[in-house]
């Protein structure tokens, strides 16, 4: 299901055989809208319709290349552990985010987390710091009820699922890096596509 402000967008998802049944209300559709915005108004379109779903996979566009058996795995993970309120992708990030800085209002650096200026520590070994990771956009599993309760998508008790680091496409730039992955690897574009 699309849930889409643009009537090309949507003729476009429709000729792939997917389900289009509304467009988006363009106030719900801004650089600044939320997700639970658009998975609110797409949740009222189905309960309207006698098919609100229990469980929501959301399928972000910015994040092409995935396996559809990698999403169902999702699934079934999220769906055997009930205690959790949602499933987030996520991969490891290639350095750890405490090495990381952020500008003072100063213009120094400081270190995130701690805000400190002393920078020396970040430079010890990223085996020496804990692991982190970032969301991918790869898969969600929401639960539908937990949605309507809290209005909030994921809470404070989300199952995280390790993927493969992903491309995502937030800008121009990431379609020449995508299809370089496409060109190395078309199989990727079989697996998407079959």
Known sequence: MVSTDSSEYKKLSEDCGAYAP???PAAISKDSSTDIEFVLHALDWLKANDVEPDFIVHIRPTTPLRNPEIIDLAIKEFIHNPSFTALRSIHE????????FEVSDDGSLMTVFSHKKELDHSNLGRQLFPKTYIPNGYVDVLRTSFIREHHLLHGNNVLPYLTNTVTEIDEESDFEFLKYQI???PRAKEIIFN
């Open 93 to 100: 990030m290639p350095e750890s985010a405490y090495k990381t």
């Open 183 to 185: 060109s190395v690897n």
């Open 22 to 24: 509304f467009l988006r």
